[in-house]
T-cell receptor
Framework: TQLLEQSPQFLSIQEGENLTVYCNSS?????LQWYRQEPGEGPVLLVT?????EVKKLKRLTFQFGDARKDSSLHITAAQPGDTGLYLC??????????FGTGTKLQVIP | EPEVTQTPSHQVTQMGQEVILRCVPI?????FYWYRQILGQKVEFLVS????????KSEIFDDQFSVERPDGSNFTLKIRSTKLEDSAMYFC??????????FGPGTRLTVL
């Protein structure tokens, strides 16, 4: 069974601070996605990383895929209240199921 | 921008009744999925569907569940005899040849 552990589970920070969320597994994934989910809504895809060591930037968000394709990180610079939400990493072995991580609930206080 | 749509947004049913949850995937996508999320828990894979057949299913997807693509646009999940523990958000997703799955807004199923 593939498991994805995210840390921290909960994070409450002040506006303007930086933060990093980690996603770790003992399994190798062909790709890894990061989603953001609002209460009562479906996960919204933020980014997909495919190559080991790959780094992608989306405005103030930086995503990195580990060299061994078992882990990933999401770094947010100068967090804003609009960044508040549940962040999910999800690993894929191809065209089959996506295995979701345990989630990190982020709260950015104005 | 194309998106996955799901209907209804909220379904309330009595235990033992059949429900059908409907999804319209993104039009040029070939792979379709159902996931569920029990309140407060993580999103769990149910089933994947490709070329008009199930390609993978989880242990959750037992004989009470079935999926169908009745026409060129809809993708449905049927639960034959609902149980209280089937209460959850059900998400449909679709993908093309890429790795990325795009999710619908979900159907909240409440079994009374």
């Amino acid at each position: 069974t593939q498991l994805l552990e995210q840390s921290p589970q909960f994070l409450s920070i002040q506006e303007g601070e930086n933060l990093t969320v980690y996603c770790n597994s003992s399994s190798v994934f062909s790709s890894l996605q990061w989603y953001r989910q609002e209460p009562g809504e479906g996960p919204v895809l933020l980014v997909t990383v495919v190559t080991g060591g790959e780094v992608k930037k989306l405005k103030r968000l930086t995503f990195q895929f580990g060299d061994a394709r078992k882990d990933s990180s999401l770094h947010i610079t100068a967090a804003q209240p609009g960044d508040t939400g549940l962040y999910l990493c999800a690993g894929s072995g191809g065209y089959q199921k996506v295995t979701f991580g345990t989630g990190t609930k982020l709260q950015v206080i104005p | 921008e194309p998106e996955v749509t799901q209907t209804p947004s909220h379904q309330v049913t009595q235990m033992g009744q059949e429900v059908i949850l409907r999804c319209v995937p993104i039009s040029n996508h070939l792979y379709f999925y159902w996931y569920r999320q029990i309140l407060g828990q993580k999103v769990e894979f149910l089933v994947s569907f490709y070329n008009n057949e199930i390609s993978e299913k989880s242990e959750i997807f037992d004989d009470q569940f079935s999926v169908e693509r009745p026409d060129g646009s809809n993708f449905t999940l049927k639960i034959r005899s609902t149980k209280l523990e089937d209460s959850a958000m059900y998400f449909c997703a679709s993908s093309s040849l890429a790795h990325e799955q795009f999710f619908g807004p979900g159907t909240r199923l409440t079994v009374l």
